[in-house]
């Protein structure tokens, strides 16, 4: 279930950053589609993080490997998101910008003169809106730079797990090997003094036999 909503999340982002991509504007659905792809986004970013808190509470040490495979791979379809969004906001923002800057000039040398307040204020309204868009990304754009620095820093938490479990199979197999060489050792000093058993008593009986004999005749 957990890794069916990341699945879902992760689509749903994809989609959304392909609509960035493809938005012509204007700025208001810029920042529609970026709000949705941030609630997405963090969606995903907390399911990984359940199916890990899942992983580890693993009993079985192959199972527990095995979804801390899963989390790592979905870690790295997150931190893939979030650089095509920044890829995508940053190319939709350059298009919005050339459209704006293309528009005024246009106003500008068509009718200089007979420009209305009601036109400065739009063209006002609209680069204050691009301003403000702008900071927005700017601001969502350092936030997801902060996730992707924890998303960072739980790959290097999760491979360091993978390297000590592998670790203390490796001193678990050199144990094992060690303690089958020794019980060998043990066998063959067992058989060794049952032979040395039985030889002493040989001449023990031998040593009898011969005092009984010389006391006797």
Excluded: W
Excluded at 168 to 191: A, C, P
């Amino acid at each position: 279930m957990i890794q069916q909503d990341i699945i879902k999340s992760d689509l749903h982002v994809k989609a959304l950053v392909q609509d960035i991509r493809e938005c012509s504007g204007p700025v208001e659905v810029l920042n529609t589609l970026n709000m949705q792809v941030s609630e997405n986004m963090k969606s995903m970013k907390l399911a990984i993080e359940e199916l890990e808190t899942h992983a580890r509470e693993q009993d079985k040490e192959s199972d527990k490997h095995m979804l801390l495979k899963e989390v790592e791979k979905y870690q790295k379809q997150y931190a893939a998101n979030q650089f095509a969004l920044r890829k995508s906001n940053l190319a939709t923002q350059a298009l919005l910008d050339k459209q704006t800057k293309e528009e005024l000039f246009e106003r500008s040398t068509a009718a200089p003169r007979k420009r209305t307040r009601a036109d400065k204020e739009s063209l006002s309204k609209q680069s204050s809106g691009i301003t403000d868009n702008l900071l927005a990304i700017k601001n969502m754009m350092a936030t997801q730079v902060k996730q992707s620095e924890e998303s960072l820093h739980t790959l290097i938490s999760s491979s360091g797990v993978v390297t000590d479990t592998q670790e203390e199979f490796k001193t678990m197999g050199s144990v094992i090997h060690q303690s089958k060489t020794l019980l060998q050792k043990y066998g063959r000093r067992e058989v060794t003094d049952k032979v040395l058993i039985v030889l002493a008593v040989i001449f023990f009986l031998t040593c009898v036999f011969y005092i009984v004999q010389k006391r006797l005749f």
